[in-house]
Each structure stands twice: as C-alpha cells, then as structure tokens.
C-alpha cells in the first residue's frame, strides 16, 4: 500500500483497510476489539464525516477511506468515477522517472561513443577500457542502482573513488566528463529526466573531485 500511494496509485480502503491506509500516510491507529480499527486523519487529510473523535470518511490525494465494514454504493461509485482523471501516476524511483534502465542504457551508450571520439577523454578510456560491452554494463548497473534499482537486475557492487584512482587524469578531464554527459542526457531524454542524471553526475563529480584534491590534487574521473 505504500508502494502504490507513493506511485499515486488511487487507494480505497474502507474497515480495516482504512486503517492500513492511515498507517500507511503516518496517522496513528487505535484499535477497536471486535471492530475494524480506526486511524487519526492523516496529516494534510480532509474529513468529510466524523464518528466520535475519529474521521469516518477522508481523503488524501488519490486515498479514499471509508473506516466502516459496509462501503457505501455512492462512496464506490464515486470513487470509480474519478478514476479516469487519476489515469497517470507519479514515478516510484528516481530510475522510473528517467524511463528506466533501457533509457539509462541508451544515455550511457550515447555518452561513451562521444567521449571515445574526444580528444582529451578518448585518450584515458583506450588506455584503460579494453571490453567496452563489459565496461557500458557495468556503468547501466552503477546508473541503475544510483537511481533506485530494478527488481531482478543486480545492484552494482563497487566503490566509486577506488574505480577511478589511478587514472592519471585532472580537473579537465572531470569537467569535461559532465559536460559530456550532460549534453548526452539532454540529446536521448526528455528534459525532466536528463536535468536529474545531470544533477546526479554532478554531486558524483563533487565526491570524486573532493577525494582527488584530499589525496593527489588530481581529479579521479573519466573511466567509470
């Protein structure tokens, strides 16, 4: 129930499972004996209808509680009604809104062929890069995990500085490495979706830049 709420995947719950619901959006549940459990209103929640001291019908966004076991045919009806409007729903991970790990593939793909052909990056990667169908997996892996993972897909497993030390590269190299990746991102993915690998490649290259001035002075990144 979480995972759909955060997805903004239109919830009903009526008894127990407004409840659950509640819970789910952090109100506290009482518990009730023989009866269905009842939650508080969940913060920023609308009561329509109260039963004592605890909200009997609310809603939240695309939640819809109903805390008695019989679910009024009207409350169905409307609730069904709205669906057609709720048809689209919110990204449930970073990597969902970017359209995925086949979009992260296509960027990765993208961005190496151009630093491959560039003058100051395509030196380091053909020093250092000899199976590149390897190295593009196992960047789409560090990128699909950087982003929230994918169920079956195995998390990248590695440590990001200890991957670039050694790579006898600067300042220049890393800057013109978001560069790249950045006008690569924008080229293949909407405008949303690029904006955040770009923010993400950004607060890597501060983290690897930062290591790299802490021991060397030089900058680590360039062969991800």
Same mark, same amino acid.
């Given at each position: 129930m979480t995972g759909? $709420?955060?997805?903004?995947?239109?919830?009903?719950?009526?008894?127990? !499972?407004?409840?659950?619901?509640?819970?789910?959006?952090?109100?506290?549940?009482?518990?009730? !004996?023989?009866?269905?459990?009842?939650?508080?209103?969940?913060? !920023?929640?609308?009561?329509?209808?109260?039963? !004592?001291?605890?909200?009997?019908?609310?809603?939240?966004?695309?939640?819809?509680?109903?805390?008695?076991?019989?679910?009024?045919?009207?409350?169905?009806?409307?609730? $069904?009604?709205?669906?057609?409007?709720?048809?689209?729903?919110?990204?449930?991970?970073?990597?969902?809104?970017?359209?995925?790990?086949?979009?992260?593939?296509?960027?990765?793909?993208?961005?190496?062929?151009r630093a491959r052909a560039d003058a100051l990056l395509g030196p380091v990667f053909a020093a250092h890069v000899a199976d590149w169908p390897a190295h593009l997996e196992r960047v789409t892996d560090f990128w699909v995990t950087l982003l929230g993972g994918e169920p079956g897909r195995a998390a990248w497993r590695g440590n990001l500085n200890a991957a670039h030390a050694g790579l006898g590269v600067r300042g220049a190299h890393l800057g013109r490495w978001l560069a790249l990746w950045d006008a690569t991102a924008r080229e293949v993915l909407p405008a949303d979706a690029a904006a955040l690998l770009s923010a993400r490649a950004a607060v890597m290259g501060e983290r690897l830049g930062g290591a790299a001035r802490a021991g060397s002075g030089t900058s680590q990144a360039g062969g991800t």
């Open positions: 759909a $709420l955060r997805r903004g995947v239109p919830v009903l719950g009526w008894g127990s !499972g407004a409840a659950l619901l509640g819970r789910a959006l952090g109100a506290a549940v009482t518990a009730s !004996g023989s009866a269905p459990d009842r939650s508080a209103l969940p913060r !920023g929640a609308h009561a329509h209808a109260w039963a !004592g001291t605890h909200p009997l019908h609310w809603t939240l966004d695309r939640a819809v509680a109903w805390a008695e076991p019989e679910l009024p045919p009207a409350l169905l009806a409307a609730f $069904l009604a709205a669906l057609p409007g709720w048809a689209g729903r919110r990204p449930g991970s970073p990597l969902e809104s970017v359209g995925g790990a086949a979009a992260v593939r296509e960027v990765v793909t993208a961005f190496y062929a």
